[in-house]
């Protein structure tokens, strides 16, 4: 009996033994595999995407508090790969399910909410998360977390163009910072950090305000102090600013440049494709705007749904007009329309109003709702009633005042898009009608050359022949002579291989003014053929001087007032419905032309 207990004890004591072996092998497995995930989701070397598939796997084996900073980590990467909308909904999911003693993770997941929100455009949820985050009670070791909340603010006011505010924000988030004790959750490193990007947030508030040399004293002032990449690339884009409103184009390119080649995925870099994309454009290469635009196309892909979604559709509008493309500036000036309709505009300008009533003075608005509680009375309920009927009347009128005022900008750009058309095709029109004339006159002096040369080569051909006796030469000049005088003289011939490149401009001559003698009709063949006066006079064997005055008395019987040269083209060119206006301002629409 004893034995058989002592091998029982031995037994649990061997099976003990297995199980805490095995345990320890699967626990230190775990750990191992943890820490590998966490390597490859720390290491910057990889694609964003990559990242964050390994930290995918490491939250699915985390438990506890550790999880929600990986989470938070997570945020950060789908930020820096522009996934706003993941980041966003992941912020959304993660804040009710933090304990609510962890007050640190759920203001800074607050921010990261308030900063998606915003790049979405959704301002008034990044507002109120922004100035709920201010307004919550925090020991000073988180007031840091405010300065981040100020810097959302201060964006949002610097897009409304509310200088004011924007330097309220900007003054509040630096004199917090100076506040800020150093602890284990703020070290030197990150007020620095931030006291940097404050700074640079100063510097764009003085571009926007076109105080360059402040905006340049306070980049140079955090030059040294700026030690990430992120903040090398904000420098670099506001250097890019500065020097773009000095005209210093090659300066500015170069800047941009060098923001854009910066291996890190940030948001920053928009901007800088967005100027310098710009730049190149003001400077005429086109081309190289759009090679810009496809070298660095997941940077562009980011802009859509950003607050410069704006700014870029002008760009492309702009990019369309210089290569020509009218139609599709005309759809993209459209959607810039679209964007920025009257009821966008409204709704920012309503927001702005909330603003000030629930956040910029809210001891005056405290007073007001404890009046409304103390008074019921009737006469309240009824002026509520007719300010509410007024308001509304306001508003209505005030959206039909946008909506005509936005009718108005469109019918603009599509008159301007069709005069622009109209222009072009008087232009192509114009250039086909004189290359047109120009042919016609080429071929009919090309024909007139032929001729006289083939019986000039002719004559010389005979008169060169010492073979045939001098008789018979003089016998074979005379009848080539004979043969041209048969077929009507120089001029006989001109006409007619003239009339077979320039149909019925005789005939319309003579339609025109019956009166012309054949040294005017002559004259009419030669200025149409853009011959000078001293070339017509050596053609016809005249004196300058009589040519001239043959030129003046064929302008006063058609009644040229302009060139003469355009009038002659107009007759032989113009479609014969135009030439009948022609012919009826002359007053001969009635003669009969001649067959």
Known sequence: MRNFATRIFIFFILAASVAMTIYGQDKTFHSMRARWYRDKADDARLPLRVRINHLDSLISITEGPERFAMLHNKVNLLYDLGDYDRARALCDSVVPLLPADSLERRLNMQWSRALMAFILCDYSKALETAYGIL??????????????????????????????????????????????????????????RLDGVFKQMYANIYITTNCLDSAYSEIMAVERGVKDDVGKMTQLIYLGEIARKYGKTDMALEYYTKALNMEIDNFNRCFALLGYMELLLEKGDADGAAAALDTWREVAAKIKGSPLEPDFLAWKADFHRFKGNHEEEAL?????????????????????????????????????????????????IITGLGFLSIALLILAIFFLMQRRKESRRTKEAENMLDDIKKKHSDEVRDTEESLEGRNRELSAM????????????????????????????????????????????????????????????????????????????????????????????????????????????????????????????????????????LEQEAGHRHIKPVN
């Open 135 to 192: 307004q919550t009670a925090k020991p000073d070791s988180l007031r840091y977390v405010d300065s981040r909340a100020c810097t959302v603010l201060v964006d949002f006011f610097m897009e409304m163009g509310n200088i004011r505010l924007t330097r309220k924000y900007q003054d509040m988030a630096s004199e917090i910072l100076g506040k800020i004790p150093l602890s284990a959750n703020f070290r030197k490193k990150e007020r620095e």
């Open 446 to 581: 090309t024909m007139l050359m032929s001729r006289l040369n083939e019986a000039l080569n002719r004559i010389q051909m005979v008169s060169d022949d010492t073979s045939i006796p001098a008789e018979e030469r003089l016998v074979t000049v005379k009848s080539t002579l004979r043969t041209l005088e048969r077929e009507g003289n120089v001029w006989e011939m001109f006409r007619l291989y003239f009339e077979k490149v320039n149909q019925s401009f005789f005939n319309r001559l003579y339609r025109l003014c019956p009166t012309l003698t054949n040294a005017e009709i002559r004259m009419c063949a030669f200025i149409l053929m853009n011959l000078t006066t001293k070339e017509t006079a050596i053609l016809t064997n005249r004196s300058a001087r009589t040519v001239e005055t043959i030129k003046h008395n064929l302008r006063k019987k058609l009644g040229i007032t302009g060139s003469s040269e355009a009038f002659m083209r107009k007759i032989s060119s113009v479609s014969e419905s135009e030439f009948l206006i």
């Open 332 to 380: 993209i000036l459209r959607r810039i329309l679209e964007l920025n309709d009257s009821l966008e505009s409204y709704t920012r300008t309503a927001l702005t109003d909330e603003i000030d009533k629930r956040y910029e003075n809210i001891s005056s608005e405290k007073e007001a709702h404890r009046a409304n509680i103390v008074s019921r009375h009737k006469t309240w």
